[in-house]
């Protein structure tokens, strides 16, 4: 310890120790108790401008990457002269397109605690990612156009049915079509959707046709979601009744429902027709737990998609909240409310087959699970090639709960069809008469995050946290040690007064042998030897300065 000159500097060590102990064992207990990490990520993780969860929300930096298998008809001829009993497809893929997302035109709307915005999606093939080259590559497909237009005319009169297979046969329509991987997704030149364009261009204001173009581009600068913000609370921190859940879509282009499916606004409609309520795919609630179900909303769904939690799973460290949709997601019947709104006229598609046709220009498309899994038996049979195993093609949705993101292990798989229904004067589409025509399956899904988002994930779930309980226990211990410092110095003698101490008691001694000696000299010692008392003091004490 430092040695003290005066009384007062010691004193003021003892204070500042006292207090600078006291602060550190404050602070310290103040950062175990108010958890300023959590509040700092609360505050970054709502979604307001100027905050890292709006950053990542403009631009997300996710790899999402939509991967497509074609199902390319092999022995068309064979099964519509009748020399074959089943069509025989083949699955060709994946050809994979990378889904850029971003959010513009927003705007926050205090009054509510709602936000508006325009997300924009582009999609860029991925090469390496895909088997083959998808304007090089050919499939033998269904003819969307002509099988819809087909279709329908099953409702009209006989004389308007007779005009437009005639009609068909004059632009020499054939029921399947031979085309690159690329056009049939992306578009290519129809003379049929040509004359419609150019007839009814209310009802068809498109001159080329593409199955991705029109499940995945189309409108996708147009439509303008307005989404919940997280819940407001109480001066308390507890949620206020009634609100409705954080990042769920209230409405979609100012419309909370399907109007195509029947939504009324004075009842808020049903489970089967609503759009408010449900998750774009991109942000959750925080707060997610094994408990959580939700709905999933994109417009190639023409529904909402319900989602159930599995299990918890792990992905390179990160947590994760895995959700599948139930095997009944896309069956629909009369007596159900929650499902009556897909059936037209009172008549329900077969089970395992969702009805978008009013999303798609009245034309008769349907949305199953690949190879029809947990469909009806019926639908495989006129089929050779298919094969619904749900190893390989069962849907997970996996939720991040630091972040309230999508992340790896996602994998929503859908497949687009083409009904035919009663076939009324055309000879080539009788063969396929009454089925559900494969067309392709997708499988959205996301990749591995970008080492930033790693790092943030892991130091929001355990390095944060630790960084803070290491600090504050490290401010404690050296408040503790500080305290300590100046009880010492307040109850423990310093070192110049046990010096003093010290000097004061061998003076004394040596006094009292002074006293001895001389005693003895005045008895014993003759006067010639006996000093003088200058020489004692400098026998005793040295010589004089």
């Known amino acids: 310890m430092k040695l003290f000159t005066n009384k007062n500097q010691r004193n003021a060590k003892l204070l500042r120790s006292a207090a600078l102990g006291m602060t550190l064992l404050f602070f310290g207990s103040l950062v175990l108790i108010s958890d300023p990490v959590q509040s700092i990520l609360d505050m970054q993780l709502t979604l307001k401008p100027g905050t890292l969860i709006y950053a990542l929300w403009l631009f997300p930096p996710l790899d999402v990457y939509i991967n497509v298998y074609m199902f390319n008809y092999t022995n068309v001829e064979e099964f519509m002269s009748g020399r074959a009993t089943k069509l025989k497809v083949e699955e060709v893929g994946p050809y994979v397109y990378k889904e850029v997302l971003s959010n513009h035109n927003v705007t926050l709307n205090e009054a509510n605690n709602t936000i508006t915005y325009t997300p924009r999606r582009e999609y860029i093939f991925a090469p390496e990612r895909s088997i083959g080259d998808p304007k090089v590559d050919s499939v033998r497909a269904p003819n969307i156009p002509l099988m819809g237009i087909t279709t329908l005319a099953s409702g009209l009169s006989m004389f308007a049915s007779l005009g437009l297979g005639?009609?068909?046969?004059?632009?020499?329509?054939?029921?399947?079509?031979?085309?690159?991987?690329h056009e049939y997704l992306w578009g290519y030149e129809d003379n049929l959707v040509q004359l419609a364009a150019r007839f009814v261009p209310s009802w068809i204001d498109f001159s080329s046709f593409g199955i991705m173009e029109k499940l995945?581009?189309?409108?996708?600068?147009?439509?303008?979601?307005?989404?919940?913000?997280?819940?407001?609370?109480?001066?308390?921190?507890?949620?206020?009744p009634d609100a409705p859940r954080a990042y769920?879509?209230?409405?979609?282009?100012?419309?909370?429902?399907?109007k195509r499916w029947q939504y009324d606004e004075e009842t808020n409609g049903t489970m089967c027709n609503r759009i408010w309520g449900s998750h774009d795919g991109t942000l959750f609630p925080l707060d997610m737990d094994e408990n959580d179900e939700f709905f999933l909303y994109r417009r190639t769904f023409c529904r909402r998609l319900h989602v159930k939690f599995?299990?918890?799973?792990?992905?390179?460290?990160?947590?994760?909240?895995?959700?599948?949709?139930?095997?009944?997601?896309?069956?629909?019947?009369?007596?159900?409310?929650?499902?009556s709104c897909f059936c037209k006229n009172n008549k329900c598609l077969k089970k395992g087959v969702g009805n978008v046709s009013p999303c798609y220009y009245s034309m008769p498309l349907a949305i199953t699970y690949p190879h029809f899994m947990h469909g009806d038996p019926s639908l495989l049979e006129p089929f050779e090639g298919l094969n619904p195993d749900e190893s390989r093609l069962?849907?997970?949705?996996?939720?991040?709960?630091?972040?309230?993101?999508?992340?790896?292990?996602?994998?929503?798989?859908?497949?687009?069809?083409?009904?035919?229904?009663?076939?009324?004067?055309?000879?080539?589409?009788?063969?396929?008469?009454?089925?559900?025509?494969?067309?392709?399956?997708?499988d959205l899904n996301v990749d591995?995050?970008?080492?930033?988002?790693?790092?943030?994930?892991h130091g929001m779930k355990w390095?944060?946290?630790?960084?803070?309980?290491?600090?504050?226990?490290?401010?404690?211990?050296?408040?503790?040690?500080?305290?300590?410092?100046?009880?010492?110095?307040?109850?423990?003698?310093?070192?110049?007064?046990?010096?003093?101490?010290?000097d004061q008691a061998e003076l004394g001694a040596t006094v009292q042998v002074i006293s001895l000696g001389a005693g003895f000299r005045k008895t014993s010692i003759p006067s010639s030897l006996q000093l003088e008392s200058e020489e004692q003091h400098q026998l005793l004490f040295g010589p004089k300065a």
């Open 310 to 339: 599995n299990q918890s799973v792990t992905y390179n460290g990160m947590d994760g909240l895995q959700f599948t949709m139930p095997p009944d997601a896309f069956d629909s019947h009369v007596d159900d409310s929650n499902s």
């Open 463 to 502: 390095g944060f946290p630790l960084i803070e309980w290491a600090a504050a226990l490290g401010m404690m211990m050296a408040g503790i040690y500080y305290l300590c410092a100046a009880l010492m110095l307040c109850f423990w003698p310093s070192s110049k007064q046990q010096f003093q101490k010290v």
């Open 394 to 442: 069962t849907s997970y949705f996996v939720v991040q709960p630091q972040l309230g993101a999508p992340m790896h292990g996602t994998h929503l798989r859908l497949q687009a069809n083409q009904v035919v229904g009663k076939v009324s004067f055309n000879r080539d589409m009788t063969p396929f008469e009454n089925m559900v025509l494969p067309l392709l399956w997708v």
């Open 248 to 258: 769920a879509v209230d409405s979609i282009n100012y419309e909370r429902g399907f």
């Open 448 to 457: 591995e995050y970008c080492w930033p988002l790693r790092y943030l994930i």
């Open 216 to 240: 995945f581009r189309e409108g996708n600068e147009s439509n303008v979601f307005n989404m919940n913000l997280p819940e407001p609370r109480d001066k308390f921190g507890i949620k206020l």
């Open 166 to 181: 005639a009609l068909t046969r004059q632009l020499e329509a054939k029921p399947m079509l031979k085309l690159t991987v």
